[in-house]
């Protein structure tokens, strides 16, 4: 979420002309980065629940 915050800030606020750039690839950086996480988290709640309903 910090790099979020960041990138989000830097947007509404540039400093420079090449500010706006460096804040949207942070920005499409971190967002790929949450994509990845909750597709870990969706595969591995998955396999965990596919464990417990062979051990029931």
Known sequence: MQRFDGAASRAASPQSAAEPVTADADLASASFGVSVNTAVL?????SEKRVLDILV
């Open 42 to 46: 969706k595969s591995t709640i998955e």
